[in-house]
Every structure is written in C-alpha cells, then in structure tokens.
C-alpha cells in the first residue's frame, strides 16, 4: 500500500509485516516439524495434527476479529481469514475418511495456551494484539516445507495510530510466533519414535498446497 493509499493519520506498518513474514518462513522451513513432514518421518496423524493446528488457530482468529465487524478496515483481512480456513478445511476433509474430525480434532497445549491468550485479547478490546496474531497465523499457512521463490502475500494493516501501538503490535507479533512455533514443537514430541511412511493421505506436497 503506498503512502498515497494509507489512510490519514496511519502509521505504515507493512514492510514490518513483510520482514515477520519472511522470518515466519524461514523459521518453519529449518523447524524439525517440516523436516519430518518432507522426509516423510511424520505419520498422517502427526500431519493431520499440525494442519489442525493451524486451521483451527485462524478460526479461533476469525471468531475474536468478527466480534468487531463494524470495522471498515478489517473487512479485507476478515475475509482473508475466512477464506483460509475453509480451504483448509476442505483439505483436511478430503485427508480425513469423514468430516467428523473436525469434532474430535486434536488440540496440542500449546493451542489451550493460545486459545487463553486469545480469550484475553478479546474481553480487553485488544484489536492491535488480534490482527498482529492474525498476521503472523497467514504468514504460517502461506509458508511452504521446501525453499521456494513464491512472493508471500501479506494482508495490509491499516489501524496502527501512534508509535505505542506500533510497539504493541510488533510486540504481539512476536508473542505469535512463539505460540506458532510451539505447535510444530508440541506435535514433534506427540509423534516422536514413529516410523517413516512411504505412502501417506497427506503427503508434504498436499500440505504445502493446502496452506497456500
């Protein structure tokens, strides 16, 4: 977004944006949950596991975010949100024999730890704090588990005000990433010892699509 296009009184917040982004790829690309994923090492259910993970972690982002629907400017990334989580969905439904798993899907303690973060955000009116975890969450899925030149695209932010919710909003960026990474840490330890599958339902590739 140019400066020309930035509302009035807003603070450009996007080349942060797109640096955190950058920084969320390259971080999930050296994490040993990716590396199981791409050598094959992780089974469907460690796979279906951290796919849930992130599904269910944008829902729970899109739930808080429609609590304030009369926002002009968080249409577009509400949208957004909206959006991944039914392609993930449908991604997961066809890995899944049924659509039940999405009543009985796991939930590592790392998503009870985010789920309260979230919670909390919410009751105190911390939009900042949402649409920064809300940021970080789409750089996840729109990372890929093998290095590739695919230019990310990363919603336009538009509600940073002053330089103290600048500060918030890089701030919460980073909590977010701690919490993401803690998902791909929490399913690498619940699936540790397991054998490497030559065929799966859910192969790196399909996963790499699916949260594209």
């Not at 919410?122 to 093998?146: E, F, Q, Y």
Request: with cysteine; charged share 25%; aromatic share 4%.
């Amino acid at each position: 977004m140019s400066a020309a296009e930035r509302p009035a009184g807003t603070i450009d917040v996007n080349p942060v944006i797109t640096a955190t982004s950058e920084n969320v790829r390259e971080m999930l690309q050296r994490s040993a949950v990716w590396t199981r994923m791409s050598d094959g090492s992780l089974p469907f259910a460690g796979r279906a596991s951290y796919l849930e993970q992130h599904w269910d972690g944008l829902r729970v982002l899109l739930g808080a975010l429609d609590n304030f629907e009369n926002i002009p400017d968080l249409r577009g990334l509400r949208d957004q949100v909206r959006l991944t989580v039914e392609k993930m969905g449908d991604a997961l439904d066809r890995s899944h024999a049924t659509a039940r798993w999405r009543e009985h899907h796991v939930t590592m303690p790392s998503m009870l730890q985010f789920r309260r973060r979230v919670t909390e955000m919410t009751n105190h009116g911390d939009l900042i704090g949402l649409v920064a975890h809300t940021v970080v969450r789409l750089a996840a899925v729109s990372a890929c588990p093998v290095p590739t030149t695919d230019e990310l695209t990363s919603p336009s932010v538009t509600l940073i005000h002053n330089e103290e919710q600048e500060e918030l909003f890089v701030e919460e960026m980073s909590a977010a990433l701690v919490f993401l990474m803690a998902h791909g840490s929490d399913v690498v330890r619940a699936y540790q010892g397991q054998k490497q599958e030559s065929t799966c339902a859910v192969t790196a590739a399909m996963i790499r699509n699916a949260l594209r």
